[in-house]
């Protein structure tokens, strides 16, 4: 039993688990090498209700709270890492779409990105400044009803594939920080919009990019939130996708321990199976302890997040602990397997795919900075 999954919830992880086993898991190895978002599939996930299943019924979602997103994300995760950046960007995005945006605006997106026909992207980084998300310098000027902006935003996930992103840029000074950034929902067919495509270890089926702006002109009416007020938005749901990250690598992490644990116990050296030793059995019995432990610390992340309590903390504590200790598991999987986990397949695949995770969205020194703040107070904490 698991204190913070009720009957219904276990049940919708089932059917997500079939879900993802019978459709995404066997083009896993072959999206990899293709690097193709496969739309057919995201449309599937949509008309099962997979994709933002936490948003309210009125912006066309289910309701189901956070906890629900975060079952399925996992399972999604654990069939495939990168298509499950679908889930990840759908449940980010429609956060922030659904809080901050005009409703006769953000109305048809939100409903095409819940049925699986549209993808967003969050354009936040740029070239110097990936930690220090504050310092942006992608310029957004207001002209009329109109902004303008120019610039480039970098390292964005789904940077070539994203029908729309969400796009934070400077429109106050550039000594105002983070007081002077503004969220504008853009459509990425605009003029003066061009991208690119980086060639990443993993996660190559979603993949990463740049976005360039030149004289992009987007009406007032696609503007998120208050003028000057979008770092403030784009934090708030860091909190949400911290914690469905944590879920997302350990899926893999788990997934590669069910199949390691199989494996070491079929396979035999000396007259025993390979986990009759100690040397074997006890490293696997140690990162699945820990791997218990991390999964409750999201789930309870994410349930703080369903009951509006404070989870800032406990989402930083996913961010940081849950991409490491997935990247050592996969990795001790990997050696136990031997030449054969050397060898290109799912294994070394997902040591590529979980590494990501340790760089982008927050490296752990930023997380473990903000948790200590949390405990011991920012005055005590200074950036």
Known sequence: MNPYLDEDLVALGEQARRFATDRIAPGFQERDRSRVLDRGLMGQMGEMGFIAPELPVRFGGLGLGCLAAGVIHEEIARADLSLSYINLLGSLNSQILSHHGRPDIVGPWLARLIRGEALLALALTEPRGGSDAASLRLQVERTGNDYVINGEKTSISAADQADAAVVFGRTGTADSGARGITALLVPMDLPGVTRNRFDCHGQRAIGRGSIFFENVRVPVSHRLGEENAGFIQ????????????????????????????????ERHAFGKPLSAFQGVSHPLAGLDTQVEAARLLCLQALWLKDKDAPHSAEAAMCKWWAPKLAYDVVHECLLMFGHGGYDRGPMEQRLRDVLGFQIGDGTAQIMKTIIARNRAGRAAVPA
């Open 234 to 265: 784009v934090m708030q749901g860091f909190d949400f996708s911290r914690a469905l990250i944590g879920l997302q690598v350990l899926a893999v992490a788990r997934v590669a321990l069910e199949e390691t644990w199989a494996y070491v116990a």
